[in-house]
Nanobody, 116 residues
Framework: QVQLVESGGGLVQPGGSLRLSCAAS????????MTWYRQAPGKEREWVARMSSTGLITDYADFVKGRFTISRDNSKSTLYLQMNSLKPEDTAVYYCNAIVTLKDYWGKGTLVTVSS
């Protein structure tokens, strides 16, 4: 079955960096567009960044452009999100998403807390 497991979250000071990972299994990762979302406390889940199956096409939400970088290693079936210049408003649970045979799959998320 499809599994997505996020890791790498934690507590970081404003201006700091974190690298999130999403380990995927149960589907053909190298053929799938992969997306990062986040959900802050009391807010709706929002899209953060997306990468095509080959990694040639990326897209970012305006609020992370220039600070976050999405990447993937198809040989490891792993998606990454490098987050730099973190702000308190980046505090959220971060989820990776895959659409497999028209069905949405989500991991359980990893918590990122940006605070001094």
């Amino acid at each position: 079955q499809v599994q997505l497991v996020e890791s790498g979250g934690g507590l970081v000071q404003p201006g700091g960096s974190l690298r999130l990972s999403c380990a995927a299994s149960g589907f053909t990762f190298s053929s799938s567009t992969m997306t990062w979302y986040r959900q802050a406390p009391g807010k709706e889940r929002e899209w953060v960044a997306r990468m095509s199956s080959t990694g040639l096409i990326t897209d970012y939400a305006d609020f992370v452009k220039g600070r976050f970088t999405i990447s993937r290693d198809n040989s490891k079936s792993t998606l990454y999100l490098q987050m730099n210049s973190l702000k308190p408003e980046d505090t959220a649970v971060y989820y990776c998403n895959a659409i497999v045979t028209l069905k949405d799959y989500w991991g359980k998320g990893t918590l990122v807390t940006v605070s001094s």
